[in-house]
């Protein structure tokens, strides 16, 4: 089946400009993920949504960002006012959350930023 | 707290070589442990999990993964590397909730 599908898989800005990033997880997944992956650096986990439940905000690394998950599907992450040090890959994940929390996550391609 | 260390940042083989990647985890509870691989430009895809049961687990692309308690590693082997598998390599370790702790990766080179 389809997979987790990212857009736009490349965005050049300017610094101060806003950019949406866009998620289509994989179908019936439940649980969603964004992750920044700077260069050089491991996943820094940034927000977790999971059903109409509160998502978990806490790896967004600033007021600048937001997301949202909108009918438990698509999410959309919304950096505003870009900074140079936001230009990395962000990558979104899903997955169906298994009793026991024995679920994996599936990722997409990701969104690479640059911030000029 | 919880942490994985990839202690390569960077490893060169020839192709036809045997690999060992690196995993070592620090956790208090029994972890479930995964490997992913990030082709250039590519998202990250499963290679193979560990969840319980055989502490050796096979994955796709002829990869295999052991889980040694005693030493807190999770080390991912392939027995004959192949030129597709210049990539970069993630471990991650989570205790049953979404949190996954990622490695900060091992790039691989494979020589021809």
């Known amino acids: 089946g389809a997979g987790v599908s990212q857009s736009p898989s490349n965005k050049v800005t300017e610094k101060g400009k806003d950019v949406e990033l866009r998620c289509d997880p994989i179908?019936?997944?439940?649980?969603l993920y964004w992750y920044r992956q700077s260069l050089g650096q491991g996943l820094e986990f940034l927000i977790y949504?999971?059903?109409?439940?509160?998502?978990?905000k806490s790896g967004l690394p600033s007021d600048r960002f937001s997301a949202e998950r909108t009918g438990g599907s698509v999410s959309t992450l919304t950096i505003q006012r870009t900074q140079q040090e936001d230009s990395a890959v962000y990558l979104c994940?899903?997955?169906?959350?298994?009793?026991?929390?024995?679920?994996?996550?599936?990722f997409g391609p990701g969104t690479r930023l640059t911030v000029l | 707290a919880q942490s994985v260390t990839q202690p390569d940042i960077h490893i060169t083989v020839s192709e036809g070589a045997s690999l060992e990647l690196r995993c070592n985890y620090s956790?208090?509870?029994?972890?479930?442990l995964f490997w992913y691989v990030q082709s250039p430009g590519q998202g990250l895809q499963l290679l193979l999990k560990?969840?319980?049961?055989?502490?050796l687990v096979q994955g796709i692309k002829g990869f295999e993964a052991e889980f040694k308690r005693s030493q807190s590693s999770f080390n991912l082997r392939k027995p004959s590397v192949h030129w597709s598998d210049a990539a970069e390599y993630f471990c991650?370790?989570?205790?049953?909730?979404?949190?996954?702790?990622f490695g900060t990766g091992t790039r691989l080179k494979v020589l021809a």
């Open positions: 179908s019936g997944h439940t649980a």
């Open positions: 949504f999971q059903g109409n439940s509160a998502p978990d």
């Open positions: 560990y969840f319980s049961g055989d502490t």
């Open positions: 991650a370790v989570t205790s049953g909730t979404y949190k996954y702790i």
């Open positions: 994940a899903s997955s169906s959350r298994v009793q026991g929390g024995r679920d994996t996550q599936y």
């Open positions: 956790y208090g509870a029994t972890p479930y």
